[in-house]
């Protein structure tokens, strides 16, 4: 089984629509991130979090909103969805309880188209 | 603004050869430093971390550190097609954050 999942893979959407993703990991990491990519611009930082109580912006969170419900589960949520948040988006995970690296991994991603 | 530098390629090597990749960054208390190889709609997958300056080597890869020169790279000896994919360097700073560069897209020709 994958160490890192997320829910649903891929889904298209209409503009307005509220949409949430979803994200599980059994790696025991305490720290989880959602990025997105689109072509050209590399990954972007959306949410992250260091532990359960702790939820930080990256650099492109407006639009989104992210909850922590467990260590193991991190959601990313779009509360009005619209056509320029068409892209993949990852989740990520480390573990920096044991200091550096802090290596992250990544889920498989999900494809979401807005219309 | 923390940066992370790639040549977007793409970058053309023969199969058999080696296929060299350069990433420079901004941020001169960066701590670690990252290659991933990510296949067209698929997630990164890490292939090599380093931390120290120098080279080190795992299988067909090198990673290359210069932190003077602010400088990384991966060398892939005996490319093979299935080599073909972009690759994405990541460099962690000194707090907490990790920044990817757009990433270099690499083609093995048979």
């Known amino acids: 089984d994958a160490d890192v999942t997320q829910t649903p893979r891929n889904r298209i959407t209409k503009t307005g629509k509220r949409i949430m993703l979803e994200c599980s990991q059994t790696?025991?990491?305490?720290?989880m991130y959602w990025y997105r990519q689109d072509p050209g611009l590399g990954l972007r930082l959306i949410y992250y979090?260091?532990?359960?109580?702790?939820?930080n912006k990256g650099e492109i969170s407006d639009g989104y909103s992210v909850s922590r419900q467990a260590q193991a589960k991190f959601s990313l949520s779009l509360e009005s969805a619209i056509p320029n948040q068409t892209a993949l988006y990852f989740c990520?995970?480390?573990?920096?309880?044991?200091?550096?690296?802090?290596?992250?991994?990544f889920g498989p991603g999900t494809r979401l188209t807005v219309l | 603004q923390k940066e992370v530098e790639q040549n977007s390629g793409p970058l053309s090597v023969p199969e058999g050869a080696i296929a060299s990749l350069n990433c420079t960054y901004s941020?001169?208390?960066?701590?670690?430093f990252f290659w991933y190889r990510q296949y067209s709609g698929k997630s990164p997958e890490l292939i090599m971390s380093i931390y120290s300056n120098g080279d080190k080597e795992d299988g067909r890869f090198t990673a290359q550190l210069n932190k003077a020169s602010q400088y990384v790279s991966l060398l892939i000896r005996d490319s093979q097609p299935s080599d073909s994919a972009t690759y994405l360097c990541?460099?962690?700073?000194?707090?907490?954050?990790?920044?990817f560069g757009a990433g270099t897209r690499l083609f093995v020709k048979a």
């Open positions: 990541a460099v962690r700073d000194g707090g907490f954050k990790t920044i």
């Open positions: 941020d001169r208390v960066s701590q670690s």
């Open positions: 990520a995970t480390s573990d920096f309880r044991g200091g550096y690296p802090d290596t992250q991994y």
């Open positions: 979090s260091f532990d359960v109580k702790d939820i």
């Open positions: 790696k025991g990491h305490d720290r």
